[in-house]
């Protein structure tokens, strides 16, 4: 589920720069930081993801641990 999200937050992301442009809501000397921020809110899906994926691995170990008693 966390990798079916990815583009879509990515996608959101500009979607909200473009939106502050258009209504230009924000100064276009802070549009730069902005524009961070809202990269830095998409990466938090990015470690998401990997904590997610380091949690399955995690019991696909256990799982396969057990198999091979």
């Known amino acids: 589920f966390s990798l079916v999200t ?3 937050e990515f ?3 500009k979607r909200g720069m473009h939106f502050i442009e ?3 809501l ?3 000397s802070r549009r ?3 524009k961070k921020i809202l990269n830095a ?3 938090t899906y ?3 993801f990997i904590t997610s994926l380091g949690t399955l691995l995690y019991y696909i170990s256990i799982l396969s641990g057990r198999n091979r008693d």
């Open 6 to 8: 990815l583009p879509i």
């Open 11 to 13: 996608d959101a992301s």
């Open 22 to 24: 258009k209504y230009n």
């Open 26 to 28: 924000i100064d276009s």
């Open 32 to 34: 730069g930081e902005a």
């Open 41 to 43: 809110a998409a990466l």
């Open 46 to 48: 990015i470690a998401s």
